[in-house]
Nanobody
Framework: QVQLVESGGGVVQPGGSLRLSCAAS????????MGWYRQAPGKQRELVAT???????NYADSVKGRFTFSRVNTNNTMYLQMNSLNAEDTAVYYC?????????????????WGQGTQVTVSS
């Protein structure tokens, strides 16, 4: 089984910064993709940043230039550095991992989510 544990959320003033972390553990053979999503109250979950196994990173237009995705391959940890935060960034942030894992019948591609961490931008 694969688990994702998030940390780093909190309350920050407009213009401030936060860094989210997501550590993956379990029987991971290889990673196909990683990313961060968010869901604001009353809205659908949306993509924030994703990275493929090849290293390319995509960002939502609303966060380009302010947020930075990074990863440490050796310990399957991903980060989201968030700068110049504003009220529209308030949401629950979820990390996502798509990975080849060990299954009962052999290797399989799994899709996993973190528990979510609240980010609130407020003065």
């Amino acid at each position: 089984q694969v688990q994702l544990v998030e940390s780093g959320g909190g309350v920050v003033q407009p213009g401030g910064s936060l860094r989210l972390s997501c550590a993956a553990s379990g029987s991971i053979r290889s990673i196909a993709g990683m990313g961060w999503y968010r869901q604001a109250p009353g809205k659908q979950r949306e993509l924030v940043a994703t990275a493929s196994s090849g290293g390319g990173t995509n960002y939502a237009d609303s966060v380009k230039g302010r947020f930075t995705f990074s990863r440490v391959n050796t310990n399957n940890t991903m980060y989201l550095q968030m700068n110049s935060l504003n009220a529209e960034d308030t949401a629950v942030y979820y990390c996502n991992l798509k990975a080849l894992v060990d299954g009962f019948w052999g290797p399989r591609l799994g899709d996993y989510w973190g528990q979510g961490t609240q980010v609130t931008v407020s003065s």
